[in-house]
């Protein structure tokens, strides 16, 4: 094992465990992620595979933070999620855990949200996009505004205090006007965490289809650059500040199990697809359900790609999660990770983008200036090049 792995797995403080429920009631429009609908049959043989690699990766683990996503959580009926619910009683964790579910509107009921009350959740992330109810329709959401406000005042009563909401701008058909509705909307409710994408157009779903036939009317790059503009401003006036390249929270409340990737940190993964970093590999599950059943089943390793970082890999990673931080990354930490001071190697890129406005060093860190956020891929494809 090279020094620098034994460096970096010294330095491990923190776990994160990230759980996949690949299951959704239909597939959105613009999503490629590893989710599927019409699979309602093969939710507790999953939940079943679900519980022997869980038991087997968490053994002797302590948690820092959980996080379920999708896929759609939220889609597991109420028993479903008591069975969930008993496969993680075993997880060992933190007293302070930041214990996450995704849900989606159209599938939350009172009786889920207490569920998910009892067994330790205490964060929800709530995927929205937009407040407008013909843009829902359009982009395949199986959900109105309404109903998505609805859900959100339930888990309030039900006991939740730091709720994140997901949007996305750039939606066919979008004007600046209905994308600023939207933030205000959102606003009104008063989420803890704001994330805000702009979509993209993956292969592999309806969108890309339907672009590649010329049928996707998006706005146009000007409006798409106001639009990414507003939410910082529009949301920093409302309270919130922006942390991250696209997440914002009120003071207090920013995604720890995320901070933890964007730190370079470790995390367990287990479920169909999902990814984990550990000692210095990277594993990823294979990621159809039914193939996932049958490798756990027949007690065969769920991973389909196992790769173990070079230090060229680990310090391009520890660069482009790090710098989507506004904080940007600790100079420190990256002696003490690498045994080289980074002006060693990217001396002369720093120096150039520090002289252009777009990146600047503060004591111990380096971060983009606003500017320097913006053209953010092509000052790191720049460092990138020079290792
Ligand atoms: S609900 Fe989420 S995971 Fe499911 S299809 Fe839509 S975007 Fe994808």
């Known amino acids: 094992m090279h020094s620098w792995l034994y460096s970096r797995l010294s330095r491990v403080d923190r776990l994160g465990l ?88 159209g599938n939350i009921t009172k009786e889920k949200a207490k569920v998910l009350w ?44 730091n709720i994140n909401v997901d949007i996305i701008y750039g939606l066919p058909g979008e004007t600046l006007e209905i994308f600023g509705k939207t933030l205000d909307d959102v606003a009104m409710l008063e989420p803890e965490h704001i994330s805000c994408y702009s979509l993209i157009i993956e292969e592999n779903t309806q969108f890309y289809v339907r672009r590649r036939r010329d049928t996707l009317i998006l706005p146009d790059e000007d409006t798409e650059d106001a639009m990414k503009d507003l939410v910082t401003s529009r949301l920093e006036s409302l309270g919130f500040l922006r942390y991250e390249i696209s997440n914002y929270a009120r003071e207090g409340f920013e995604c720890r199990h995320n901070r933890n990737y964007w730190e370079f940190g470790e995390y367990i993964g287990c479920g169909a697809a999902a990814h984990e970093f550990t000692g210095g590999l990277r594993r990823e599950n294979i990621r159809t359900v039914e193939g996932y059943i049958r490798s756990i089943e027949s007690d065969s390793d769920a991973a389909v790609r196992v790769h173990e970082n070079s230090r060229e890999d680990s310090i391009e ?37 520090m002289g252009d406005g777009l990146l600047v060093i503060e004591g111990d860190r380096m971060r983009f200036t606003e500017k320097g956020m913006d053209l953010s891929n092509h000052v790191l494809s720049d460092l990138i090049l020079t290792v």
């Open 118 to 161: 009892g067994m330790g959740v205490n964060r929800i992330s709530i995927g929205l996009q937009s407040s407008n109810d013909t843009l829902l329709m359009d982009i395949g959401r199986i959900h109105t505004f309404r109903e998505f406000r609805d859900n959100f005042l339930m888990l309030r009563e039900a006991g939740f205090k």
């Open 317 to 353: 990673e520890f660069l482009f999660m790090g710098m989507r931080l506004v904080e940007g990354i600790s100079l420190n930490s990256f002696k003490s990770r690498f045994s080289e001071d980074i002006m060693d190697i990217f001396g002369d890129v720093i120096r150039r983008h």
């Open 18 to 105: 990230y759980i996949h429920i690949p299951f959704c009631e239909k597939k959105c429009y613009y999503c490629d992620f590893a989710s599927y609908s019409g699979k309602r049959a093969l939710v507790v043989p999953y939940l079943n595979a679900l519980a022997k690699e869980i038991e087997a990766k968490t053994r002797g683990r302590c948690f820092d933070t959980i996080f379920i996503g999708g896929g759609t959580p939220s889609y597991l009926s109420s028993e479903e999620l008591v069975i969930l619910s008993g496969i993680l009683s075993g997880v060992s964790r933190t007293e302070e855990c930041e214990f996450t579910m995704e849900c989606n509107p």
